[in-house]
């Protein structure tokens, strides 16, 4: 089992910054990537970043592209996300989620996922 822990979350006026971050702990080394992933009230949950544990390849949502950074340190198990020029379309719970991945945007193949962290933008 791996467990996933968010943090960073709150709320931001829009243009702000938030960086978010995730400890994984326990199998970690079943791990071949780890995502980010969101959903907004009334909304489905979707892909916003992920990164390859291994050579650190990154995706990112169109949504989000120049706007938004994935990066990870290895040694913490952690993974972060970086949210500059945050919009109020940004606003929701933020999930970060971790697996052994072929596609890094396919939320269904993750199987481990944290209880959230709320990204509040106001205008």
């Known amino acids: 089992q791996v467990q996933l822990v968010e943090s960073g979350g709150g709320l931001v006026q829009a243009g702000g910054s938030l960086r978010l971050s995730c400890a994984a702990s326990?199998?970690?080394?079943?791990?071949?990537?780890m995502g980010w992933f969101r959903q907004a009230p009334g909304k489905e949950r979707e892909f916003v970043a992920a990164?390859?544990?291994?050579?650190?390849?990154?995706r990112y949502a169109d949504s989000v592209k120049g706007r938004f950074t994935i990066s990870r340190d290895n040694a913490k198990n952690t993974v972060y996300l970086q949210m500059n020029s945050l919009k109020p379309e940004d606003t929701a719970v933020y999930y970060c989620a971790a697996d052994i991945v072929e596609t890094l945007t396919r939320q269904d193949e993750y199987g481990y996922w944290g209880q959230g962290t709320q990204v509040t933008v106001s205008s």
């Open positions: 990164i390859r544990w291994s050579g650190g390849n990154t």
């Open positions: 326990g199998r970690t080394f079943s791990i071949s990537a």
